[in-house]
């Protein structure tokens, strides 16, 4: 398999969809040290996977649901609920303006 | 009364005996981690007195918990500046089912940050040493709680594992440390990593305290959908009755192993033989594989679990991430981005499959499979940055098991020429806990752990 490339351009993509400001010089650590990454993982292109499905997670449990009428014991009050937050205005959490 | 290196069994029979009161136990390990935590760094924070006196099997019992376990009203940091000043609003499953035995939290223990790591130098409060050496590490991530629990800051600790984060601290610290299987205990209110890997579980002295307490926080919890409804069996009844095993020695697990780490783990399967096991050798896919499963599918739920962290609700604004959460979170961004879906994270998944379906395989051939914990004993602080995936390299061994989901043990066996303890690890078929505890106990009864613990607490006297 070909070696892993990424350009700053996609660094900075990459950054602005997990919501993280990068330095200048903390993007090309980043450049190096994640193709360093992708290029270990492509020993997987090694093993055969077809026809194999993937595993999502390991104790294969479907569709696990409330029983109906359940008391909810895990609510919290609204002291509970604001009681970590520096924002908040009257009985809302307070952010930016987003349009 | 001389109180130094007694495991919970024989404390919980103390107290029972009115020998020691509840208040002078939870005293004199304060007392311990005042005049130790300077320099170990073990533990975040302290609890002055027990909390709450619930009755129980473990009443008047303190535990240290790793620091990603939400404590009502007590700091909860997950090692992160993010959450210096958070102060969870509810407590873990595993932190109130301990409770409610009757447990009292002493205080929460170091680790890497958001658990991203294996020496616990990631912590954005400083790493925890190793008591064996404090130029050392610990391991990690859990790091904080093996570091307590070998130097006896705690009588017990309770630790969560993504791939290697209980056993490979435990290995290089040289005490208990289980993983049980993925579901077969809650997650619910731990700070999550990679959520289809995370796994809480004890890290103690003894085999038959981690039995003690893996039946305390076992079973089905309504608040984490992936815990299984099987039957929670009573670990330390079935820990009294030994059985001979069939053990398999995977070959690919021994390989880049440090030679001396060999020699101890090939004289403990001589102990095992001698006890009157069989050994035999099973093929397995290579570690190298497991070390890219994992890390594909550790990143890609990071990126997600992290993306939380906004500070509207709590916490701090995400300029406080450190530099290995942001690497993971960007390596996990691009792997589950359109277009390498497919190549990266679904190719993973694959793998794994793979993975799970050669355990099934071969635990239909033996009992349980051992090999070393770790390929190294603990290394020197530092030396983790001269790798990107470091831990990943450190945990290769752990992350089969972590990937497929099975429970596994790491076990002291005795120390290298540097004097430092190496880990053996048992792991098990599916809800085998029962199997890897037998092994584990047998060899505790045998060998005692050679001692290493009362040898490591001359250096820490009361």
Known sequence: ?99 | MKLLGKSITELLELLKNKEISEQDLFNYFVKREKKYNSSLNAFLSLEERPKQAKKGVLSGLPIAFKDNFCTKDIKTTAGSKILENFNPPYSATVVERLENAGAAVLGKTNMDAWAHGSSTETSDFGPTKNPWDLKRAPGGSSGGSAAAMAAYLTPAAIGSETAGSIRQPAAWCGVVGLKPTYGRVSRYGVIAMGSSLDCPGPITSTVEDAALLLKLIAGKDQFDATTTPNEVPDYTKLLKKPRKMTIGIPEDYFEGVDEEVKRKIFEAIEVLKKLGHGIKKVKLISPKYAISVYTIIQRSEVSSNLARYDSIRFGNDRTHFGQEAKRRMMLGTYTLSHGYYDAFYKKAQQVRTLIVEDYKKTFKEVDVIISSTTPTTALKLGEFEKYPFFGEVMDMLNEPAAIAGVPAISIPVGLDKNTLPVGLQIIGNYFKEEDILNLAGQFEKETGFFGIHSQLLKKYPD
């Open chain 1, 1 to 99: 398999m070909k070696k892993a490339k990424l350009s700053t351009k996609d660094i900075l993509h990459l950054a602005k969809l997990s919501n993280l400001k990068l330095t200048s010089q903390e993007i090309k650590k980043m450049e190096s040290q994640l193709v360093e990454t992708l290029d270990y993982v492509q020993n997987l292109s090694e093993i055969n996977t077809t026809k194999v499905s993937p595993t999502n997670h390991t104790v294969n449990l479907t569709n696990e649901y409330f029983e109906d009428g359940i008391k909810n014991i895990r609510g919290l009050s609204e002291q509970q609920v604001f009681q970590n937050t520096k924002v908040k205005k009257g009985k809302y959490f307070s952010v930016k303006k987003v349009l």
